[in-house]
């Protein structure tokens, strides 16, 4: 039997909320869920309150966590919350490193854990669909597949065997195949609403519609993307295209000497890229993100701050990894693959720079092996190498957009590598590459045991947001401690309209206050 | 069950060298249970929703009676 909840149990509590209101408020997610899934110990509490962003996690500590794995029982939450003015921060899989983790935005919201609610609920092999609950993870459709003999492959970020598609679409993340652009493959979703409501998008409102999770838009207003980074519902199901499985996949590298290459890199390959050439979501990789995923940085350098250039040189040479590594791949037959390799080899061939790397030179060798898994949408974690980089378990993803462009690229690498400086960090890098836009993605590592380079690393990211910003440049996607600094780069119009949705869909505010810096 | 845990979770970052090597350093359950609850420094924590006490306790066991695999550098 669990302890009755009494105000006495609770280490922390929702903001507004008092002590018996929460008691009852739990007594009631009780009833729901059943007491086993109700939980406020410290011991059921110890994952959640594991972040990486560079603030205490106390401000960051979650009230209490529930799991949940019924529609029904999520809309009956919903009215328990708005009736004790309880607020819950809901996760799909949880694995947002960088962005904040599994931990709420603000402390003492309830965790709404959807990690069991994960039935694959159907893969249609003709259309190259599926649908899904959130606690799905990539791994265990990628299962799935393979035992059902289904020819679709996945797209998945790195943490890909441990995190979902739900989670990371409705975090609008992104993977390295032709199907990289996550949302942009997303059709079909259902949304629990604040009223306990629920809402399926596009088709899905359709009694007996089977084209849910083919025909995105629907009619009248288009509303997934108010669903993604926002918290105006909790989605329940979500449907993704999937990519056929092509009969010949050709991974390859190119692999550049100098650091601004990356100008040339672009201009090289954007042509490509846009013309369907280059399919994939490629990446640019620069030194420290290459080196990252092979060892730590202490085989090379054991000093604190920012990682000398000469070291870096150092690395380069004795480790054979370019100032800028390419990661891309080929995709179709066997003729369509010529075709599409010769244009790239040529391409690259009159740039003057650049040397390619093919899978049979790279063999069974590290970063190789990894990219080439992850760009056929293949379980690997060989990533988070970048966190044992300086270890410590600092780490924020600092993620400005970047039209792909040469002189814009050389503007942010300077522009981010000159800021990290000043406070000792590294600049660890790579760009992935949509059509016509770029990632830039920068993990600000700095180790979370050392309080000082906490502050500094916080300061770091602080400047960086402002100073990019001042330049008209913003971040995609932020973790909890800078959501509201990030919400101010894209204008006060849009910070209102946003909460006039917020507002007129759930009036108490009990839907993750803060995310994305929306609250009532 | 508990292979499963280490196969697809465990060994994709403790046989990779992106974690220290765990096998055959006698390692105690409680600990390695305890640091996968919460989490220690560059390694992330797994909450009971995504491995109950009893998986947890079978792969801790697991890994605390393994032998050093052939070839693995000392710990």
Redesign the interface.
């Given at each position: 039997m669990t302890e009755p909840a009494t105000a006495q149990t609770f280490a922390v509590l929702p903001e507004g909320v008092s002590a018996a209101d929460f008691a009852a408020a739990i007594a009631a997610f009780r009833t729901i869920l059943g007491a086993a899934n109700v939980l406020t110990d410290a011991?059921?509490l110890?994952?959640?309150?594991?972040v990486m962003v560079a603030e205490s996690e106390d401000l960051h500590r979650p009230s209490a966590?529930m799991?949940a794995t019924k529609v029904e029982e999520i809309q009956a939450i919903v009215n328990v919350c708005n009736d004790y003015g309880v607020p819950i921060w809901t996760i799909s899989?949880?694995?947002n490193?960088g962005y904040g983790?599994?931990a709420p935005q603000s402390a003492g919201q309830v965790i709404l854990?959807l990690?069991?609610m994960n039935r694959i609920l159907e893969v249609d092999a003709d259309l190259a669909t599926c649908l899904i609950e959130p606690?799905v993870t990539y791994?265990q459709l990628k299962d799935y597949l393979v035992e059902h003999d289904i020819p679709l492959w996945l797209s998945c970020p790195a943490p890909s065997?441990?995190a979902g598609p739900v989670g990371n679409t409705l975090d609008r993340g992104v993977g390295y195949t032709p199907y990289g652009e996550h949302f942009m493959m997303q059709c079909g979703m259902e949304v629990v609403l604040a009223n306990g409501e629920v809402l399926r998008t596009g088709m899905g409102g359709v009694p007996n519609s089977s084209a849910w999770q083919v025909f995105k838009w629907g009619y009248g207003p288009y509303l997934d993307g108010i669903f993604t980074q926002s918290n105006y519902g909790i989605c329940t199901k979500m449907g993704l295209w999937l990519m056929p499985r092509p009969p010949v996949y050709k991974p390859f590298s190119i692999r550049y000497e100098n650091d601004d290459d990356i100008h040339d890199i672009i201009e090289t390959l954007r042509p490509l890229r846009i013309a369907g050439i280059i399919p994939n979501a490629m990446v640019f990789a620069n030194v420290m993100w290459e080196a990252a995923a092979?060892?730590p940085r202490s085989k090379y350098y054991d000093g604190t701050g920012s990682t000398p250039d000469s070291v870096l040189e150092e690395i380069k040479a004795k480790e054979g990894i370019g100032a800028w590594n390419v990661y891309a791949a080929l995709y179709g037959t066997k003729e369509q693959v010529a075709v599409n390799w010769k244009i790239i080899t040529d391409a690259v061939a009159a740039s003057g720079k650049g040397r390619v790397i093919t899978e049979e030179e790279a063999g069974e060798t590290e970063p190789f092996k990894y990219r080439a898994k992850l760009m056929r949408g293949e379980?690997?974690?060989?990533e988070?190498?970048l966190?044992?980089w300086r270890?410590?378990?600092g780490s924020m993803w600092f993620a400005p957009v970047t039209v792909a462009k040469g002189s814009e690229t050389v503007e942010q690498t300077r522009l981010a590598k000159e800021i990290l400086a000043e406070y000792g960090l590294d600049y660890v890098a790579e760009y992935i590459v949509g059509m016509r836009d770029m990632h830039h993605i920068i993990d600000v590592l700095y180790d979370?045991?050392d309080p000082d380079e906490m502050a500094r690393a916080h300061e770091c990211f602080a400047k960086l947001l402002t100073e990019f910003g001042k330049r008209g440049y913003a971040v995609y996607r932020v973790n909890t401690a800078f959501m509201d600094q990030s919400a101010d780069l894209y204008g006060p119009v849009k910070r209102a309209v946003d909460r006039t949705l917020k507002r007129a869909l759930d009036p108490k505010g009990i839907l993750a206050p803060g995310k994305s810096g929306i609250r009532i | 069950p508990a292979a499963i845990t280490w196969q697809?979770?465990c060994s994709?970052?403790h046989t990779?060298?992106?974690?220290p090597e765990l096998r055959g350093r006698d390692l105690p359950p409680d600990y390695i249970a305890t640091i996968v609850?919460?989490?220690?420094?560059?390694?992330?924590?797994?909450?009971?929703?995504?491995l109950d006490d009893a998986s947890l306790a079978a792969v801790a066991k697991m890994v605390s009676q393994s032998k050093a695999p052939s070839g693995a550098k000392n710990p």
């Open positions: 011991e059921h110890a994952p959640y309150t594991k966590v799991y899989t949880g694995r490193f983790s599994a854990d990690k069991h606690g791994q065997a441990i092979i060892m379980m690997t974690l060989q988070f190498g966190y044992r270890g410590g378990g979370r045991s | 697809k979770t994709r970052c990779t060298g992106v974690g609850r919460s989490g220690f420094l560059a390694m992330p924590a797994f909450p009971h929703s995504a």
